[in-house]
């Protein structure tokens, strides 16, 4: 599987993480672990006057490849988006984003889902 | 000593592919595989022995009873244990916990001490934490040194500090994380000088889940009041293992059962319950996993026809060989105990440029793993290449966030050992570590 995982599309965003920056002036930052790997990301999310579309995105982190890759790819991902539509993003956008054919291993799900987790506490989005 | 090769051919698991490639199993400190006398002892008792025990008077009832108290005895021998000491759980974790809702919660008060680790698990850590919110009892942690080993003068300190607050002493004998075992028989020589009675002694409980697999036990020499173990590390089944108690504590009730209901009872009226007489059925509240003991059991024998002395000194080959080979590559650190084992690989090396038969090693405070931070490459990404390899390993914090915590590290990897690893193994590990750096250019 991990030949297949580690594609030029995860390593490209290792080495050019996007939006990788704190926002000093958010409307709101969250910050949220994965206690099983130790994997950690900080979102800080502005909006738009309307208050439903988020309008920057940046966070901080650090962790493995698939957390850090995901979180890169979600936060260019939802910059622009309604926050109604980042209400139904999922695992398997994220399987999609990241360019996998199939579903991540499941000791690797809380490492991929660990930047939208902290996207939707951030928006007060029930987690899934 | 013992043939490896022979040994894997009895593990039918073991020889799949996995990624199209040999399986290396190196994850057996979160379980072993089980050899094929296991397996096949579990399916006979079902086949041929199936029905309830100390219950039935008929012929199949009273072949399961056989089954579940030879079985009992097998293990509690393994152990070097009075069956009537052994209590039969699922796991350590369990064990654990029964120390403390069946003695902690009945011997503690508001002001008394229980030491442990910074280097448990969390198994034998957070039992305690419950402990301490019930009673009002106080947790302390010794730490270790940079070298991953039990700092026993801080612990030696806390005694003498503290006297006889001092309640319980709980430790892992071999770290989980780190392989690095404490030197349990100075610990229990200190524990006697400073307290020389008996009844003031804080008990000392020994979470055993990685000693178990790996070195030759004996309960009673020991002389702990505790031990708890799983079977499924020790080539046994899952869902069965042992909390191992010195029969004074059970014979004076210091040691209550903490799990009711039939089986365990004497006598039951309307008015109140009398617990059962003997002692390890009063532990056994309800229908017990009879086909499991069995297994463990069976798994008992096999270590003990290979002779655990014999495993310990395969184990250790091991743990020197990983530990030389990780050694060789620049961005690999090994975490843990290693520089009296770094003397003695230099001397074995020594001996086999020299054309001489080297000589059985002595035995080290590491055991049963190697863990490592790979510079640069967080743990889940080298696992994870390494599984393209057909490698398992284990990478995380293993359930020892403290460990962790204390070193700064968010992630290792581990490399444990069973009876059925080669030195090829390692080398197919060695090998596929070089393609972590491949993947990720570091």
Same mark, same amino acid.
């Not at chain 2, 199936?50 to 008077?57: E, K, L, P, Q, S």
């Given at each position: 599987?991990?030949?297949?995982?580690?594609?030029?599309?995860?390593?490209?965003?290792?080495?050019?993480?996007?939006?990788?920056?704190?926002?000093?002036?958010?409307?709101?930052?969250?910050?949220?672990? $994965?206690? @099983?790997?130790?994997?950690?990301?900080?979102?800080?999310?502005?909006?738009?006057?309307t208050g439903e579309r988020v309008s920057e995105v940046g966070w901080q982190g650090s962790g493995c490849a698939i957390s850090q890759a995901a979180m890169s790819l979600l936060s260019e991902k939802i910059t622009g988006m309604l926050v109604s539509e980042i209400g139904s993003l999922g695992q398997a956008d994220l399987e999609s984003m990241l360019g996998l054919q199939q579903p991540i291993a499941y000791g690797r799900v809380k490492c991929l889902l660990i930047g939208l987790q902290a996207v939707k506490k951030a928006l007060n989005i029930n987690l899934i | 000593m013992f043939d490896v090769a022979k040994i894997k051919a009895d593990f039918p698991i073991l020889s799949q592919t996995v990624q199209g490639k040999r399986l290396v199993y190196l994850d057996n400190a979160a379980t072993s595989q089980?050899?094929?006398?296991?397996?096949?002892?579990?399916?006979?008792?079902?086949?041929?022995?199936?029905? $309830?025990?100390?219950?039935?008077?008929?012929?199949?009832?009273?072949? @399961?009873?056989?089954?579940?108290?030879? @079985?009992?005895?097998?293990?509690?021998q393994f152990f070097c244990a009075d069956p009537a000491e052994l209590i039969l759980v699922r796991n350590s974790t369990e064990a654990l916990n029964g120390i403390a809702y069946g003695w902690a919660d009945h011997n503690l008060t508001a002001g008394d001490i229980i030491i442990t680790s910074v280097m448990e698990h969390h198994a034998d850590i957070v039992p305690w934490q419950q402990v301490v919110e019930r009673t009002g009892a106080q947790l302390a942690f010794v730490g270790v040194d940079?070298?991953?080993?039990?700092?026993?003068?801080?612990?030696? $300190?806390?005694?003498?500090?503290?006297?006889?607050?001092?309640?319980?002493?709980?430790?892992?004998?071999? @770290?989980?994380?780190?392989?690095?075992q404490i030197p349990l028989t100075e610990i229990v020589t200190k524990l006697h000088a400073l307290y020389?009675?008996?009844?003031?002694?804080?008990?000392?409980?020994?979470?055993?889940?990685?000693?178990?697999?790996?070195?030759?036990?004996?309960?009673?020499?020991?002389?702990?009041?505790?031990?708890?173990?799983?079977?499924?590390?020790?080539?046994?089944?899952?869902?069965?293992?042992?909390?191992?108690?010195?029969?004074?504590?059970?014979?004076?009730?210091?040691?209550?059962?903490?799990?009711?209901?039939?089986?365990?009872?004497?006598?039951?009226?309307?008015?109140?319950?009398?617990? $059962?007489e003997d002692i390890a059925e009063r532990f056994t509240p309800g229908t017990p996993d009879v086909a499991s003991a069995v297994g463990l059991a069976a798994a008992c024998r096999y270590l003990q026809n290979l002779g655990m002395q014999n495993v310990l000194e395969h184990d250790q080959q091991l743990v020197q060989y990983t530990i030389a080979q990780l050694s060789q590559i620049p961005q690999v650190k090994v975490i843990g105990p290693i520089s009296p084992i770094s003397a003695q690989v230099a001397r074995q090396q020594q001996e086999d440029e020299s054309g001489e038969t080297p000589?059985?090693?002595?035995?080290?405070?590491?055991?049963?793993?190697?863990?490592f931070i790979y510079d640069g490459v967080h743990a889940h990404d080298v696992a994870q290449v390494l599984d393209s390899e057909g490698v398992a390993v284990r990478s995380g914090h293993h359930c020892t966030m403290p460990l962790h915590e204390t070193f700064g590290w968010q992630a290792s990897v581990r490399v444990s050992f069973q009876v059925y690893n080669t030195t090829e193994d390692v080398d197919q590990l060695i090998l596929a570590l070089k393609k972590v750096a491949q993947v990720f250019g570091k």
């Amino acid at each position: 599987m991990s030949q297949d995982l580690y594609q030029a599309v995860i390593l490209e965003e290792l080495q050019h993480p996007q939006n990788k920056r704190e926002l000093s002036d958010a409307a709101v930052s969250v910050h949220e672990t $994965n206690s @099983s790997c130790g994997d950690d990301v900080t979102v800080f999310l502005k909006f738009d006057a309307t208050g439903e579309r988020v309008s920057e995105v940046g966070w901080q982190g650090s962790g493995c490849a698939i957390s850090q890759a995901a979180m890169s790819l979600l936060s260019e991902k939802i910059t622009g988006m309604l926050v109604s539509e980042i209400g139904s993003l999922g695992q398997a956008d994220l399987e999609s984003m990241l360019g996998l054919q199939q579903p991540i291993a499941y000791g690797r799900v809380k490492c991929l889902l660990i930047g939208l987790q902290a996207v939707k506490k951030a928006l007060n989005i029930n987690l899934i | 000593m013992f043939d490896v090769a022979k040994i894997k051919a009895d593990f039918p698991i073991l020889s799949q592919t996995v990624q199209g490639k040999r399986l290396v199993y190196l994850d057996n400190a979160a379980t072993s595989q089980k050899p094929r006398a296991v397996i096949e002892a579990i399916t006979h008792y079902y086949e041929t022995s199936n029905a $309830n025990v100390h219950r039935g008077v008929h012929s199949l009832s009273d072949a @399961s009873t056989h089954a579940w108290e030879e @079985s009992r005895a097998q293990i509690a021998q393994f152990f070097c244990a009075d069956p009537a000491e052994l209590i039969l759980v699922r796991n350590s974790t369990e064990a654990l916990n029964g120390i403390a809702y069946g003695w902690a919660d009945h011997n503690l008060t508001a002001g008394d001490i229980i030491i442990t680790s910074v280097m448990e698990h969390h198994a034998d850590i957070v039992p305690w934490q419950q402990v301490v919110e019930r009673t009002g009892a106080q947790l302390a942690f010794v730490g270790v040194d940079a070298a991953g080993r039990l700092q026993t003068t801080e612990l030696y $300190n806390l005694l003498e500090k503290h006297g006889e607050k001092v309640k319980l002493i709980a430790l892992t004998y071999i @770290s989980n994380a780190l392989g690095t075992q404490i030197p349990l028989t100075e610990i229990v020589t200190k524990l006697h000088a400073l307290y020389p009675a008996a009844t003031t002694r804080p008990r000392i409980a020994i979470d055993g889940a990685q000693a178990a697999p790996h070195i030759p036990l004996d309960f009673h020499k020991l002389d702990i009041d505790f031990f708890a173990f799983s079977g499924h590390k020790m080539l046994g089944p899952m869902g069965v293992g042992g909390l191992i108690v010195r029969k004074k504590l059970l014979e004076t009730n210091e040691m209550q059962p903490w799990l009711f209901g039939g089986g365990m009872i004497a006598e039951v009226h309307t008015a109140g319950t009398k617990f $059962n007489e003997d002692i390890a059925e009063r532990f056994t509240p309800g229908t017990p996993d009879v086909a499991s003991a069995v297994g463990l059991a069976a798994a008992c024998r096999y270590l003990q026809n290979l002779g655990m002395q014999n495993v310990l000194e395969h184990d250790q080959q091991l743990v020197q060989y990983t530990i030389a080979q990780l050694s060789q590559i620049p961005q690999v650190k090994v975490i843990g105990p290693i520089s009296p084992i770094s003397a003695q690989v230099a001397r074995q090396q020594q001996e086999d440029e020299s054309g001489e038969t080297p000589q059985q090693l002595p035995v080290s405070d590491r055991v049963g793993s190697v863990s490592f931070i790979y510079d640069g490459v967080h743990a889940h990404d080298v696992a994870q290449v390494l599984d393209s390899e057909g490698v398992a390993v284990r990478s995380g914090h293993h359930c020892t966030m403290p460990l962790h915590e204390t070193f700064g590290w968010q992630a290792s990897v581990r490399v444990s050992f069973q009876v059925y690893n080669t030195t090829e193994d390692v080398d197919q590990l060695i090998l596929a570590l070089k393609k972590v750096a491949q993947v990720f250019g570091k």
